[in-house]
């Protein structure tokens, strides 16, 4: 069904579950990821009083490059334990969740996968999220993976292929 599948990474715990779930996802559907890390913009400060900048301008696109680098590297690490084929990517621009809708639209991805840290929709738009704009602006669908805290203890992921779950109840009825 998937055959590319984009997953949004950052620093955050939240992202390396996502990374994990799209990974998984990815190695039953014999699909192939696409790690995209949004390099966060330079901004200064507009105000009466002069700026004082404590980093420059490449310094800081230094850092946020060092940071993707560090995440991308993590995540491509998860990807090649579930066997998973995976290219790390980044982009920048004015709006995020556009950027991410463009990558996928770039790199024909069937499916993004983003990280959520479970607030509610309100606390989303007060906070910045880019999740509803990717939802609005995709084509593809969005999957959204909640915090690992969210979670039952003890709960794992697991995705079966249809055929699988099929053959394993035909295996289960037989045997009785």
Not at 140 to 156: M, S
């Amino acid at each position: 069904m998937f055959k590319r599948i984009l997953i949004v990474v950052d620093p955050r715990a939240v992202s390396r579950a996502a990374v994990g779930v799209g990974a998984a996802l990815a190695h039953t559907h014999g699909a192939e990821v696409v790690l995209f890390y949004v390099l966060p913009r330079f901004s200064v400060p507009v105000a009466d009083m002069p700026p004082f900048l404590p980093t420059s301008p490449q310094e800081f696109q230094q850092a946020a490059q060092a940071a993707a680098d560090k995440a991308l590297k993590a995540a491509c690490a998860l990807c090649d334990r579930a066997g998973v084929v995976s290219k790390s990517v980044t982009g920048s621009g004015e709006d995020d969740a556009r950027v991410i809708v463009e990558a996928a639209r770039k790199r024909r991805c069937d499916l993004i996968v983003v990280a959520s840290e479970g607030r509610n929709a309100l606390l989303r738009l007060l906070t910045g999220s880019v999740i509803p704009g990717v939802i609005t602006a995709s084509p593809v669908p969005v999957l959204v993976c909640k915090a690992p805290a969210r979670a039952k203890v003890g709960a794992e992921v697991a995705v079966m292929p249809l055929k699988a779950r099929r053959a394993r109840r035909a295996a289960g009825s037989s045997m009785h």
